[in-house]
């Protein structure tokens, strides 16, 4: 398949949150890797077109993680029993301390990329760790993944594992400016880019947040980072900075809360304060929320139509290991039952989300991050997932909505038989 191409099939999309796309047996143009266009009947002009006939299956965009942990996919679904702060000494913190060490990083990153690969996801703003040579590495792989990812070598100078904690403000930000200008100077990545990631102000000192902010600024970096998910650790950042109006107002402070300079994702936001909304509306800074994390973790339930009545952007994140899964089909399926709970059991102004909403937030909604993608718009860029669901049959006919439907809630019995990425396949490499 060449870079110009058609795929004929059953279309879905996303318009807008509201309003999904279903066309039946239609025609979807990929021209220089950017979507031209949904036809019912395939125009003219691109007949002369390769046409991969994909008749019966169902083609919708590619999936957006805007929030994952890749050292942390080797622990997933253990230590499941424990609440965010005692979680990350346990878990989290000793299993990044083992990424100094390349050899390791390798195979467990190895493990991780080729997950994302085989799965629905074609985008996904990553953690690494502190390390810079492992975080080089694990970009390294998942630029030959062909996904598209930024991807954070995380900073943290205080209230850590010892084995993995940065020495300083100084150490941490030198690392950082070293990794980002190599990446610059002697990396050609085409789909692999660096975001600033301070893990969370209680890893952060407030000088490394100075230091932050002039990389940010320098680079031109976006930012990524975690918001209010656990109520231990906003009491301990009220501790930490109390000067600070509220947890946003910590970042803000340094100009590390978004403003078209400084793109951000923050992931989580569960017990967010009114004031804190306005500002993230305001600064258009992204919430990356995690369904099932803020189960497994037992840290609450994000009021999501709340952010998305505001105008907040919204996407959805897997955040392996506090979630187990790295389908955003998961997340989308976990973000409907749990906005339901929140209805029934803690505000019933706040209406559920609809199926739609669920899809628009895993493709268009985290999409929107990277630009023009999850969706096939005209000028989108051309990220497709090609799914054969007929295990998923009924004894009677199903619509296209239901057949979307069971493939978010019972994605592991579907084929994906086709995934491209900016208009490349990067399942069957050897068809490019
Ligand atoms: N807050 C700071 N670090 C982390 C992390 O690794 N996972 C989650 N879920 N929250 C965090
Ligand atoms: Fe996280």
């Known amino acids: 398949m060449g870079k110009d191409f058609v795929l004929k099939g059953n279309i879905c999309y996303s318009k807008s949150a509201k309003e999904l796309a279903l066309v039946a047996d239609g025609?979807?143009?990929?021209?220089?890797?950017?979507?031209?266009?949904?036809?019912?009947?395939?125009?003219?002009?691109?007949?002369?077109?390769?046409?991969?006939?994909?008749?019966?299956?169902?083609?919708l965009p590619g999936l957006v993680d805007i929030h994952v942990h890749a050292p942390q996919y080797a622990f997933r679904c253990l230590g499941m029993d424990m609440e965010l702060i005692e979680w990350l000494s346990h878990y989290a913190f000793p299993e990044e301390a083992k990424y100094k060490d390349l050899a390791y990083a390798e195979k467990a990153y190895g493990s991780f990329v080729e997950d994302l690969r085989q799965g629905p996801n074609t985008r996904a703003?990553?953690?690494?760790?502190?390390?810079?040579?492992?975080?080089?590495?694990?970009?390294?792989?998942?630029?030959?993944?062909?996904?598209?990812?930024?991807?954070?070598?995380?900073?943290?100078?205080?209230?850590?594992?010892p084995q993995l904690q940065e020495s300083g403000p100084e150490a941490s930000a030198r690392d950082t400016e070293a990794w980002v200008s190599l990446i610059l100077t002697e990396k050609a990545y085409h789909n692999t880019a660096p975001i600033l990631t301070p893990r969370f102000i209680p890893s952060c000192s407030d000088g490394l947040m100075v230091k932050l902010k002039e990389i940010q600024q320098k680079y031109g970096l976006p930012v990524q980072s975690h918001l209010s998910e656990n109520k231990g650790e906003i009491a301990w950042v009220r501790e930490l900075c109390p000067d600070a109006a509220n947890y946003s107002a910590a970042y803000d402070y340094f100009g590390l809360f978004?403003?078209?300079?400084?793109?951000?994702?923050?992931?989580?936001?569960?017990?967010?304060e009114e004031e804190e909304l306005a500002l993230m509306a305001e600064r258009q800074v992204f919430v990356a929320h995690c369904p099932q994390s803020n189960m497994n973790l037992a840290s609450g339930i994000a009021p999501i139509r709340r952010f998305l009545d505001r105008g907040i952007?919204?996407?959805?994140?897997?955040?392996?290991?506090g979630g187990c899964h790295t389908s955003i089909f998961r997340a989308m399926s976990d973000a409907i039952q749990v906005s339901k709970l929140y209805?029934?059991?803690?505000?019933?102004?706040?209406?559920?989300?609809?199926?739609?909403?669920?899809?628009?937030?895993?493709?268009?909604?985290?999409?929107?991050?990277?630009?023009?993608?999850?969706?096939?718009?005209?000028?989108?860029?051309?990220?497709?997932?090609?799914?054969?669901?007929?295990?998923?049959?009924?004894?009677?006919d199903l619509s296209l909505n239901e057949r979307l439907a069971r493939i978010i809630y019972d994605p592991d019995r579907c084929i994906l038989e086709r995934k491209f990425v900016r208009g490349r396949d990067v399942l069957h490499k050897a068809a490019l």
């Open 27 to 59: 025609y979807l143009v990929c021209e220089e890797g950017l979507c031209t266009g949904v036809f019912q009947q395939l125009p003219q002009q691109y007949q002369h077109l390769p046409l991969e006939d994909c008749t019966g299956k169902m083609i």
């Open 125 to 161: 703003a990553v953690f690494a760790t502190c390390h810079v040579p492992a975080s080089l590495l694990l970009m390294d792989m998942l630029e030959a993944s062909g996904l598209v990812t930024l991807v954070g070598k995380v900073n943290m100078d205080r209230n850590s594992h």
């Open 258 to 272: 978004g403003g078209s300079d400084t793109p951000t994702i923050m992931a989580h936001c569960v017990w967010m």
């Open 313 to 321: 952007p919204v996407g959805l994140g897997s955040d392996v290991a």
């Open 343 to 396: 209805w029934r059991l803690l505000d019933q102004n706040e209406a559920p989300l609809a199926i739609e909403e669920a899809f628009y937030l895993g493709t268009m909604g985290g999409g929107a991050f990277f630009g023009k993608v999850g969706s096939f718009l005209p000028s989108y860029e051309f990220d497709a997932l090609v799914i054969d669901d007929s295990k998923l049959e009924a004894p009677y």
